[in-house]
T-cell receptor, first 112, second 115 residues
Framework: GDSVTQMEGPVTLSEEAFLTINCTYT??????LFWYVQYPGEGLQLLLK?????DKGSNKGFEATYRKETTSFHLEKGSVQVSDSAVYFC???????????FGKGNQVVVIP | GAGVSQTPSNKVTEKGKYVELRCDPI?????LYWYRQSLGQGPEFLIY????????DSGLPNDRFFAVRPEGSVSTLKIQRTERGDSAVYLC?????????????FGPGTRLLVL
């Protein structure tokens, strides 16, 4: 079935450091790919998305490129801030479906 | 504008009891989804409504779980004979028309604790 795998464990880094969170997927056809973010005490909100191969989604300094050849959608940010501390979820919506399949999420902690 | 709202925000119940969780989607959104999120996990799909009908209920774990959306707007998730394993955050989301590339907008969730 359709699934998303995120790298294990929380991520702790210093302010202004470079952030990468890996995400790979398994799906039939051509899914749409999403990154959702959950800030402390808040609900899930869309960070960015890409709907076809080689598309790049971007928002708030974050970027992710839809790589069909490696079935990946890694999230990157060049210089993180303390306010980026949150849990980040990679998700896909497989073609023909109307449901999101989520990864387990990664807690990101940015220390001043 | 108003986002997706869910009530109650927290619900504590005893094993074996019946509970109802309510979701108010964004006005004009025809697609509505329920997910369940256990601690330390990503949300898991339960059911998808297009208008008043359940277009995909393949994620409902068993027949104790049921959901309705009688007028194509508000939805209620109903859990009968609750079990401790049902404890989780229940999330509702809505989207404009239901296409796979659409953004789903999530509510704050209902945290259910079954004692």
């Amino acid at each position: 079935g359709d699934s998303v795998t995120q790298m294990e464990g929380p991520v702790t880094l210093s302010e202004e450091a470079f952030l990468t969170i890996n995400c790979t997927y398994t799906a039939t056809g051509y899914p749409s790919l999403f990154w959702y973010v959950q800030y402390p005490g808040e609900g899930l909100q869309l960070l960015l998305k890409a709907t076809k191969a080689d598309d790049k989604g971007s928002n708030k300094g974050f970027e992710a490129t839809y790589r069909k050849e490696t079935t990946s959608f890694h999230l990157e940010k060049g210089s993180v801030q303390v306010s980026d501390s949150a849990v980040y979820f990679c998700a896909l919506n497989a073609a023909g479906n109307n449901r999101l399949a989520f990864g387990k999420g990664n807690q990101v902690v940015v220390i001043p | 504008g108003a986002g997706v709202s869910q009530t109650p925000s927290n619900k504590v119940t005893e094993k074996g009891k019946y509970v109802e969780l309510r979701c108010d989607p964004i006005s004009g959104h025809t697609a509505l989804y329920w997910y369940r999120q256990s601690l330390g996990q990503g949300p898991e799909f339960l059911i998808y409504f297009q208008g008043t009908g359940a277009a995909d209920d393949s994620g409902l774990p068993n027949d104790r779980f049921f959901a309705v959306r009688p007028e194509g707007s508000v939805s209620t998730l109903k859990i009968q004979r609750t079990e401790r394993g049902d404890s989780a955050v229940y999330l509702c989301a809505s989207s404009l028309g239901g296409g796979g590339a659409e953004t789903q907008y999530f509510g704050p969730g209902t945290r259910l604790l079954v004692l």
